[in-house]
């Protein structure tokens, strides 16, 4: 399956072949700033699988270990940047309503940041930071240099 997406001014394109590894909404403070939604819906795939078909984001380092990217012309939000894996804002995709939800793995992360009015009507896991297993890798990736 293909997956294909891009920004608000058609500037940024991508597409990618790659098998999702994680779906999730992030209820952080920081993606929140990033994206300017209460929730950020990201779709992670491993580093290196996403084919930028034009210009390639602009990226902020917003952590040691993650860089946020997003359009230069139109700023609308692209992407997560770790040194494995690239996770890509959902909305930004052509199609999301297409996307094989129920084969991929779906958790809502950070929902102890999350804003007390709001939420959602999945059944999705709500984890308070990251799932245990995600926390243990990543720690051990931190400060390692972003190739995504
Ligand atoms: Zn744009
Ligand atoms: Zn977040």
Redesign the pocket.
Known sequence: MTFAGG??????RYQTNAEPLWLGHCHCSMCRKHTGSLVATWIGFPAGTVIWATTEPTRYRSSKDVERSF?P??G?TIGFHRVHETSLALGSFDAPESLPVAAIQTAHVWYKEHVPWFDTADDWTRFAEFPPQRAEELSALSGQHIRG
């Open positions: 920004c608000l001014c058609g500037k940024v359009c012309a139109c609308s």
